[in-house]
């Protein structure tokens, strides 16, 4: 017999299991109830959903639209053929990244190169500081780049350009189509096939400026551009460029004028190359494609880029039109090239604040060396001058001199103003053709011997000094003192000279000997600014240096 508590908890088991099947039965329904009631929720949504439909908008073309259609027709894409040399002796090898050379392909050897320049890495993180482009992706390689071959086979490269003339002109830049064996020039019109375009041969080139003008033949005019006024163009201009980046052709990018007159190569080789600077996106194929203005005027040509990547990095540089032009101008005359004025004289920029104070000049240009037999030297110029006029303008600097005297034609004269020993002069100066007189510049003599030492100034500037034999002076047609030793972290030091170098004068007062350079240096006093005048033995053609600073 089970007792009333077995008999009471069985009941509530078989209550329990009641209740659970019950709830379960009713979740199950529920649950049917429940999706048979979405499914019919969906199909009815479905029925009533309204198919898509596009608008057509009312929006008005904006201005880089405008632009874009109006120039494009004139924007070419230029592809080149570099066939192998004979004297090749390895095959060159894909980059994907340039280190390119200075625009006149070598240059001034003188002339201190930007890091990266040439081939091989760089220093630091600038081996890409200037890049220049000749176009996007090589045919079998991966990504982009400037230039590429198969093995040894043909090189190819690619670039932009704009029709300046309805028969067949065209601007583009020297590094685009330099050294090239073939030249191939798409119109837009031109259908996209393996075809690389119509031959091109070249008008002529300015390597100072990066340009060339190239021609195709034509049966009928074609669409050219406009050329507008560079030096109107303001800082926060919009501007818009167009071209071939990676060889996909009529590819457009808008941007602002970022800076104006920017130069990027320091020395000769960057004289003739004041940029205009953008952030609109220009890339690795862009080079020699139009810059514009609002109206559509092109007031520059894409020519290089900032970047530590071969790619965009927001900072392009664009030759200014007024530049353009001129040198387009001399290229289509009869001669086919660039003539520039020289009065064959050299100068250094960059001069302390000491030297302009000891020299007793705030603007202008200082004389560094008289090309012997040049004009400057015909007139009486000789170093040491400060040119500070040309035809009673003030000259600000080099930059300002070289820019004045090279758009003069040769055979015109002009009337320089300068300064020597403090007094003013003035003389008349038959302007030289600038190719002409530096090729006239003499080749480097000898390095001088080096000669037993003797201590001089070694207490006050931390350097040691000798005399020069007769025969160095001979050969460097000066007198002086030269630089045995400096000690390290000294006034010299800090400076910048170093052995080897021949001081001339301190302050202006010779130190053709020891005994003179002791009695100068002795005169010095703290906080005395001190500028010697230095040639190098090594390179006497480059002429005097002016390395000063304050005691």
């Known amino acids: 017999m089970k007792s009333l508590f077995e008999r009471l908890r069985s009941r509530r088991l078989v209550s329990a299991y009641v209740l659970l099947a019950t709830l379960t039965v009713a979740i199950v329904a529920g649950s049917f109830a429940a999706h048979g009631v979405r499914g019919q929720e969906q199909q009815n949504a479905s029925a009533d959903a309204a198919p898509l439909k596009i608008v057509n908008s009312s929006l008005p073309a904006n201005q880089f639209v405008k632009i874009a259609r109006m120039v494009g027709p004139a924007v070419v894409n230029i592809n080149t053929q570099t066939l192998p040399k004979q004297s090749d002796a390895r095959p060159k090898q894909f980059r994907g990244r340039a280190l390119p050379q200075t625009p006149n392909d070598g240059g001034d050897e003188d002339q201190p ?32 780049g400037e230039q590429g071959d198969q093995g040894q086979g043909v090189q190819e490269s690619l670039g932009s350009g704009f029709i300046v003339d309805p028969k067949g002109y065209i601007i583009t830049n020297n590094h685009v189509v330099d050294k090239a064996d073939k030249i191939y020039v798409k119109l837009s019109t031109d259908p996209e096939s393996s075809d690389l375009g119509r031959p091109a041969h070249v008008i002529g080139v300015d390597k100072a400026t990066d340009l060339a003008v190239i021609k195709i033949d034509t049966s009928s005019p074609l669409p050219t551009v406009k050329m507008g006024d560079s030096d109107a163009v303001q800082v926060g201009d919009d501007v818009e460029a167009i071209g071939s980046p990676f060889a996909l052709s009529q590819t457009v990018t808008a941007g602002i004028i970022s800076a104006k007159n920017r130069t990027i190569e320091p020395g ?15 890339n690795p194929g862009n080079s020699g494609g139009p810059l514009l203005n609002m109206n559509g005027d092109v007031i520059g040509v894409n020519t290089a880029i900032y970047t530590q990547s071969a790619g965009y990095q927001g900072i392009g540089f664009a030759m200014p039109s007024n530049t353009v032009v001129a040198v387009y101008n001399d290229l289509i005359s009869p001669s086919h090239k660039v003539t520039r004025g020289s009065i064959g004289i050299q100068f250094r920029e960059g001069l302390s604040d000491a030297v302009n104070r000891v020299y007793g000049f705030k603007s202008g240009v200082l004389v560094q060396q008289v090309q012997p037999g040049g004009p400057a030297d015909k007139a009486g110029l000789k170093q040491g001058d400060i040119i500070t006029t040309i035809d009673g303008r003030n000259i600000k600097d080099g930059d300002d001199l070289v820019n004045e005297i090279a758009s003069r034609r040769p055979g015109s004269s002009i009337r320089l103003g300068f300064m020597r020993d403090g007094k003013p002069n003035d003389a008349t100066v038959t302007i030289g053709d600038r190719d002409k007189v530096f090729a006239e510049l003499g080749n480097a003599q000898p390095e001088a011997t080096p000669e037993p030492s003797a201590d001089a100034g070694e207490t006050k500037l931390g350097l040691v000094v000798r005399d020069l034999t007769p025969a160095v002076s001979s050969k460097l047609k000066t007198s002086g003192v030269l630089i045995e030793t400096v000690r390290t972290g000294t006034f010299a030091d800090l400076q910048g000279l170093e052995p080897g170098l021949v001081i001339t004068h301190v302050n202006r007062q010779p130190t053709g000997s020891k005994s003179e350079f002791n009695s100068v240096v002795g005169k010095l006093k703290p906080g005395d600014d001190v500028v010697f005048e230095v040639i190098d033995p090594r390179h006497p053609e480059a002429g005097i240096n002016y390395i000063g600073g304050t005691l």
């Open 113 to 144: 190169q930007i890091p990266g320049h040439g081939q091989g890495q760089g220093q630091d993180n600038f081996q890409d500081f200037f890049n220049r482009f000749f176009g996007g992706q090589v045919p079998g390689q991966p990504g982009g």
């Open 268 to 282: 000769a080789s960057g004289q003739f190359q004041h940029f205009l600077q953008t952030d609109a996106a220009i």
